[in-house]
């Protein structure tokens, strides 16, 4: 989809007014990504660093001006909120729940009411845990569920799934939990690293091998589960049935965890 000359999709976060907030601006645009950010001069452009050891990786961020991202500031302007109701596909990180849940509530609730897809990641364990009453606020709405092993087993246990640990139970019953457009089935998708993915089809749950690679061609884990994610958009904004959103997630997973940073060739060779 970035190989396209116009641009496919829209961004809205925040950022401050400096250097790192250039090269945000820069590379959405070579991206041919329409990013609208919200630029404060209260806090820096977020950072974060990220030290890998073989295939494993540990990160430190300063949020900064991530934190700051104003609803009534930038998402209700007539300008942005038109951008939204262009879109028939809309994609959060689990993280935002942090920083403005009423914006999410927002934009889950007009995707309900027209009918289009909402997806949230749960993104991290802690967010599950300390961030629940928001998160299960905007659940009824999410049409498409992301996340990996851990955090669905932390999920699990804030529910009290009955203390299971197989995952694909775990996205069974997040699939069966209560939702508000009764038009769309919700769609639970975990991965599992290098192990199966697991994905709920209606009411059965079907896993989905990953591409295989040597041990010694990973170079950056960092950015896989994004990658997937970004993968599986670009397939079902074609409106691509859900094995084929499946293998572009593997497929561009594949591809970054073999370079360093989440960069991609300047072609893909996706079959």
Same mark, same amino acid.
């Given at each position: 989809?970035?190989?396209?000359?116009?641009?496919?999709?829209?961004? $809205?976060?925040?950022?401050?007014?400096?250097?790192?907030?250039?090269?945000?601006?820069?590379?959405?645009?070579?991206?041919?990504?329409?990013? *609208?950010?919200?630029?404060?001069?209260?806090?820096?452009?977020?950072?974060?660093?990220?030290?890998?050891?073989?295939?494993? /990786?540990?990160?430190?961020?300063?949020?900064?001006?991530?934190?700051?991202?104003?609803?009534?500031?930038?998402?209700?302007?007539?300008?942005?909120?038109?951008? &939204?109701?262009?879109?028939?596909?809309?994609?959060?990180?689990?993280?935002?729940?942090?920083? +403005?849940?009423?914006?999410?509530?927002?934009?889950?609730?007009?995707?309900?009411?027209?009918?289009?897809? $909402? +997806?949230?990641?749960? +993104?991290?364990?802690?967010?599950?845990?300390?961030?629940?009453?928001?998160?299960?606020?905007?659940?009824?709405?999410?049409?498409?569920?992301?996340?990996?092993?851990?955090?669905?087993?932390?999920?699990?246990?804030?529910?009290?799934?009955?203390?299971?640990?197989?995952?694909?139970?775990?996205? /069974? *019953?997040?699939? +069966?939990?209560?939702?508000?457009?009764?038009?769309?089935? *919700?769609? &639970?998708? $975990?991965?599992?690293?290098?192990?199966?993915? &697991?994905?709920?089809?209606?009411?059965?749950?079907?896993?989905?091998?990953?591409?295989?690679?040597?041990?010694?061609?990973?170079?950056?884990?960092?950015?896989?589960?994004?990658?997937? &994610?970004?993968?599986?958009?670009?397939?079902?904004?074609?409106? *691509?049935?859900?094995?084929?959103?499946? /293998?572009?997630?593997?497929?561009?997973?594949?591809?970054?965890? /073999?370079?360093?940073?989440?960069?991609?060739?300047?072609?893909?060779?996706?079959?």
């Amino acid at each position: 989809m970035i190989q396209t000359p116009h641009k496919v999709a829209t961004f $809205f976060g925040c950022i401050g007014t400096d250097h790192f907030g250039e090269i945000l601006k820069q590379k959405a645009e070579e991206a041919h990504v329409d990013a *609208r950010y919200y630029q404060q001069t209260q806090e820096p452009t977020g950072t974060c660093a990220a030290c890998i050891t073989g295939d494993n /990786r540990s990160l430190v961020a300063n949020l900064a001006a991530a934190n700051c991202y104003n609803k009534e500031k930038h998402l209700d302007l007539d300008g942005n909120w038109e951008l &939204v109701e262009k879109a028939k596909v809309y994609y959060i990180a689990g993280f935002f729940l942090t920083v +403005s849940p009423e914006s999410i509530l927002k934009v889950a609730k007009h995707a309900s009411e027209n009918n289009k897809i $909402f +997806s949230l990641n749960l +993104s991290a364990p802690f967010i599950s845990q300390f961030f629940k009453e928001a998160m299960m606020k905007v659940m009824p709405y999410v049409d498409i569920l992301f996340g990996n092993e851990t955090e669905a087993a932390t999920f699990a246990k804030e529910q009290g799934f009955e203390e299971t640990d197989d995952i694909a139970e775990i996205a /069974r *019953r997040a699939q +069966s939990l209560p939702k508000v457009n009764k038009k769309r089935q *919700r769609v &639970v998708v $975990f991965t599992q690293g290098k192990d199966d993915t &697991v994905a709920t089809i209606g009411e059965k749950v079907t896993m989905f091998s990953v591409l295989d690679i040597d041990q010694n061609d990973i170079v950056d884990t960092n950015g896989a589960g994004d990658a997937f &994610v970004g993968g599986f958009l670009s397939e079902l904004v074609q409106e *691509r049935p859900l094995e084929e959103c499946i /293998r572009a997630g593997h497929y561009a997973a594949n591809v970054i965890i /073999r370079r360093a940073g989440c960069t991609f060739p300047e072609k893909p060779d996706f079959p």
